[in-house]
């Protein structure tokens, strides 16, 4: 073969893409996004760092889960939003629907148990997120620990997240689209703080060993106690990093839990 000229054998251009511009093919692969339902975010296809290798024993392995698109809500289901769900099937209101620290309609409906919480969802014509996809769309793909970032990326007065006591504004409970400097890297409010989050998973604490690499579901169950992830008003800064875990009996109705719910992609 002679290159004293220069010259290079041919090559097909299809390879020479491939080559030196692997994404754009890759991009070329992906189909567009379907249309997002209003206060959805999308969450795409693909691997995200989940749990962590130093943290609480239920958080460990830090192992690596894919999961497949879906759309999930950028805020918590608020009392407005949840009433309607009341008006229309005649469900039981929420504990502390009348107290006026949890009840304004901006804020996050609470007092409502795993089995409320999954009654809204199928109502809406979906479900509630697995823990998964809950930590995916809260932590993003750079194995964060807070929704923002590191712990005081955002400085050390606190006008980021809901947590206890009245330094970002609120004692209890604040609106869900209040924190706007907290979001995650997909753009969900308040998956660090406001209120712990009840997700599709039972839960066990031994779960992160054994679970399936593509779109884990939570152990088989019957079993006593189902997820929350996220963090509330009444923990502190490090109570409400993403990849803790809180468990419950899904009967349960307290002031610190309320939801969101995901919407999966066919």
């Not at 999961?67 to 008006?87: H, L, Q």
């Not at 007065?157 to 006591?165: K, L, R, T």
């Amino acid at each position: 073969m002679n290159l004293s000229r220069g010259k290079f054998p041919a090559t097909p251009v299809w390879l020479f893409i491939l080559f030196f511009f692997p994404s754009v093919l890759a991009a070329s692969s992906e189909s567009p996004p379907p249309a997002q339902p209003p206060g959805m975010v999308y969450i795409p296809k693909g691997y995200f760092e989940m749990g962590t290798g130093s943290g609480r024993e239920d958080e460990k392995p830090m192992h690596f889960v894919y999961t497949s698109a879906y759309f999930i809500d950028k805020y918590e289901v608020s009392n407005s939003e949840y009433m309607e769900f009341v008006k229309a099937t005649g469900h039981e209101k929420p504990l502390f629907w009348e107290d006026e620290n949890f009840n304004p309609p901006d804020f996050p409906v609470v007092g409502i148990s795993w089995f409320d919480a999954m009654a809204y969802a199928k109502w809406k014509g979906r479900r509630l997120p697995t823990e998964a996809e809950w930590e995916k769309a809260a932590r993003g793909n750079d194995g964060r620990l807070w929704s923002w970032g590191n712990k005081w990326d955002k400085g050390f007065f606190v006008y980021f997240a809901n947590i206890s006591g009245d330094q970002d504004n609120y004692p209890y409970t604040a609106p869900v689209n209040y924190y706007q400097s907290g979001v995650s890297p997909f753009g969900l409010f308040n998956t660090s703080g406001n209120v712990w989050e009840w997700c599709l998973d039972w839960y066990d604490k031994d779960y992160y060993s054994v679970s399936p690499e593509i779109d884990p579901e939570g152990p088989k169950g019957p079993l006593k106690m189902k997820t929350l992830r996220g963090g509330s008003w009444i923990n502190d800064l490090d109570g409400v990093q993403v990849v803790h875990r809180a468990h419950n009996f899904p009967q349960i109705k307290n002031k610190i839990y309320g939801f969101r719910t995901v919407l999966p992609i066919p």
